[in-house]
């Protein structure tokens, strides 16, 4: 992790758990600490062992942790565009007030390969106020 953040990273995606231990004595919280005091944001994996108590891996308060399960069934989810376009997807929340209103959409990338990572001023000049973005 230290290489990474004097490599020059923005963001630090760990996919791995270790079993629960004190702050100080938990490698990837101490490690993830200092990445957050460079400004460097830290998301790391809840860990396989639930649903049993103390089986959460990296909850240190400054990293996001986040946990998945594996359900039997799913529940659909279908984004449609102004054109026709329907991509589907999954989703466990559906708010009742969820509003249907199309909204504009941009694609960064189509300006240059600096603006497809949304890059600082890379978009300057460019209508994107208000729009979503998307990647391709």
């Given at each position: 992790?230290d290489?990474?953040?004097?490599?020059?990273?923005?963001i630090?995606?760990?996919?791995i758990g270790?079993d629960p231990a004190?702050l100080y004595e938990?490698s990837i919280?101490?490690d993830?600490?200092?990445?957050?005091e460079?400004g460097?944001f830290?998301?790391?994996?809840a860990?396989?062992?639930?649903p049993?108590?103390?089986?959460?891996s990296?909850?240190?308060?400054?990293?996001?942790?986040v946990?998945a399960?594996t359900?039997d069934?799913?529940?659909?989810?279908?984004?449609?565009?102004g054109?026709?376009?329907?991509?589907n997807g999954e989703?466990?929340f559906?708010p009742?007030?969820?509003?249907?209103?199309?909204?504009?959409?941009?694609y960064a990338?189509?300006?240059n390969?600096?603006?497809?990572l949304c890059?600082?001023?890379s978009?300057?000049g460019?209508?994107v106020?208000?729009?979503e973005?998307?990647?391709?």
């Open positions: 992790m290489s990474a953040v004097e490599d020059g990273i923005d630090l995606l760990l996919s270790v004190s938990d919280a101490i993830s600490f200092g990445a957050i460079k460097i830290v998301s790391c994996a860990g396989n062992a639930s049993f108590n103390n089986t959460i990296n909850e240190a308060p400054w990293i996001l942790t946990g399960i359900i069934r799913t529940i659909r989810a279908t984004a449609v565009f054109n026709g376009l329907k991509f989703t466990l559906h009742a007030d969820f509003s249907f209103t199309l909204l504009p959409l941009t990338g189509a300006v390969s600096e603006s497809r890059g600082e001023g978009l300057n460019k209508d106020k208000g729009k973005s998307g990647a391709v």
